[in-house]
């Protein structure tokens, strides 16, 4: 099965279990990369949203880039639904296709931005491809940035975030056994993702990162800058 396919089950919830998992800091969270964006490009022309989902990020960003074109792009049709239910704004387009092959000219974008779905990319048996394509699609200087939720760096800290993140798995896929493949695909990708190895693929395409933590400290905002022509 494809990681799309594991949103066919969840798509429903989906906003509802992440604001459960994350005591409601996603929003928060998904505010923070949009400030960042903000503070490397106040006004890009054109953005676009990977592994958009529901549209979450994307209801930020048209809030804070009213004049940019933003698209939206997703495999899974039904969170896709979901998004195009909730936002209707002229400036905002949604696509159905896998991020392996975008349906964009080179050097398309100012800036191009994920939450929650790096983790997706990483695990998935084509990274380095969307990565590679993510490079081609933006234009020079562009930004890419994510945000997304890792291991803490604290043993101690980590521990107890381990515990709960464990425990609402649990309940979740006992409640919703229809669940049960996405949310351990959820916690096994936090659980086993590897920061420096996600580094230096980065690295080695885009030929640099930047990674801040914010709070509560397992949440990480990645930023890479397309410095080279295609
Ligand atoms: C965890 S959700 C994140 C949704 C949203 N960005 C958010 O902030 O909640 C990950 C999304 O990435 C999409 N996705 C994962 N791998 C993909 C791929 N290879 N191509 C296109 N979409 C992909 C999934 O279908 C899913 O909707």
């Known amino acids: 099965m494809d990681i799309p396919d594991l949103y066919n089950n969840i798509y429903k919830k989906y906003k509802l279990k992440n604001s459960i998992l994350s005591l409601n800091l996603d929003k928060w969270w998904r505010k923070k990369l949009v400030l960042e964006l903000k503070k490397l490009n106040p006004s890009p022309k054109t953005i676009c949203d990977i592994g958009t989902g529901t549209g979450d990020l994307i209801e930020i960003l048209a809030k804070n880039f009213s004049n940019s074109k933003i698209k939206g792009i997703d495999a899974n049709i039904k969170m896709l639904e979901i998004a195009l239910e909730n936002i209707k704004l002229k400036n905002v387009e949604f ?41 081609r699609v933006l234009k020079k200087d562009g930004i890419f940035i994510g945000v997304e939720i890792i291991n803490h760096n604290n043993k101690f800290l980590n521990f107890f975030s381990k515990l709960y993140i464990n425990i609402v798995i649990f309940l979740i896929n006992l409640i919703d056994p229809s669940s049960k493949l996405a949310y351990n695909f959820l916690k096994n990708s936090i659980f086993n993702f590897d920061l420096e190895g996600f580094k230096k693929i980065m690295i080695k395409n885009f030929g640099n990162i930047t990674i801040k933590r914010i709070f509560p400290g397992n949440i990480i905002i990645h930023i890479s800058k397309k410095l080279f022509d295609n």
């Open 95 to 135: 696509i159905k296709s896998d991020l392996t092959n975008m349906p964009f000219n080179d050097c398309s974008f100012d800036c191009i931005t994920i939450s929650f779905a790096t983790r997706n990319v990483y695990f998935s048996k084509n990274f380095e491809k969307i990565i590679k394509e993510i490079n």
